[in-house]
């Protein structure tokens, strides 16, 4: 487990932390929460499914031509 001494001041009101370029968040949403001593902080999941798209990787991948079929008839 990789740890660090850092900074904590002061922000106004609040108390703030500069977290290490190492230990950098990949988004700019966070969750903090406490157990016991420990200040846990972690990514917050995503809140849309517009961002849940805009985090994945485009594939690189060569898809198979998909055969455009004649529809079946439906009688109404």
């Known amino acids: 487990m990789s740890e660090r001494y850092v900074k904590l001041f002061k922000n106004g009101r609040n108390q703030a932390v500069r977290i290490p370029r190492e230990f950098e968040l990949p988004r700019k949403d ?44 439906v009688d109404l």
């Open 30 to 73: 966070a969750i903090v929460r406490k157990e016991g001593q420990r200040l846990i902080i972690e990514t917050a999941p995503p809140r849309s499914l517009l961002s849940v798209l805009a985090m994945l990787k485009t594939l690189n991948e060569d898809f198979p031509p998909i055969e455009d079929l004649p529809a079946d008839s």
